[in-house]
């Protein structure tokens, strides 16, 4: 089974500056996916970046990129020039390739940016 | 930008209701999802399909009944609405069983039972 620990119920950050939200996880599948998703007060599920098991590369999406370590299990997410738009929700996300290929979801990290 | 829709995107009604939420997706997904988070919480899977005529409960029990007749469409029932359905219904599609790729949601619905 898949299991996805965020601890940071709550993070602030100031605008410009970067931050890092904290991801572990633990599953027996060899191969998986790591996904960053953000989500406004609106609701909707935002897909921010990607991170494969077999990816060598940390993968890299505009501002948000992803610091994959995987002895250690964790896949943090790093928002770099923090804007005031990136106030939202966070959830990091796996998927594996066995039972139902869903997203096994952690609890999230509520990300404010102060102006 | 994902071609996936719900409707409707907020829903009060009173116990003991039929209701039914729907979800269409545009991109010839074979595989979709619904899930339910509750607020400030984590998304649960209460359902899922791998296609036409496949329907299968996820990891969080829920009361509800999905059916999927068409690719595109697979909506949500519940049969008696209660005060503890309330929570917000997320659906969700991909291409394949591969786990790079990414899951598309819908804009989710946001249920309150009085």
């Known amino acids: 089974a898949q299991k996805i620990t965020q601890t940071q119920p709550g993070m602030f950050v100031q605008e410009k500056e970067a931050v890092t939200l904290d991801c572990t996880y633990d599953t027996s599948d060899q191969s998986y996916g790591l996904f960053w998703y953000k989500q406004p007060s609106s609701g909707e599920m935002i897909f921010l970046i990607y991170q494969g098991s077999y990816d060598e590369q940390n993968a890299t999406e505009g501002r948000y990129s992803l610091n994959f370590q995987k002895a250690r299990k964790s896949a943090n997410l790093v928002i770099s020039a923090s804007q005031l738009g990136d106030s939202a929700m966070y959830f990091c996300?796996?998927?594996?390739?066995?039972?139902?290929?869903?997203?096994?979801f952690g609890t999230g990290t509520r990300l404010t940016v102060i102006p | 930008e994902a071609d996936i829709y719900q409707t409707p995107r907020y829903l009060v009604i009173g116990t003991g209701k039929k209701i039914t939420l729907e979800c269409s997706q545009t991109m010839g997904h074979d595989k979709m999802y619904w899930y339910q988070q509750d607020p400030g919480m984590e998304l649960h899977l209460i359902h899922y399909s791998y296609g036409v005529n496949s329907t299968e409960k996820g990891d969080l029990s829920s009361e509800s009944t999905v059916s999927r007749i068409r690719t595109e469409h697979f909506p949500l029932t519940l049969e008696s609405a209660r005060p503890s359905h309330t929570s917000q219904y997320l659906c969700a599609s991909s291409e394949t069983w591969v786990s790079y790729n990414e899951q598309f949601f819908g804009p989710g619905t946001r249920l309150t039972v009085l």
């Open positions: 996300a796996m998927r594996g390739i066995t039972g139902a290929n869903n997203l096994f």
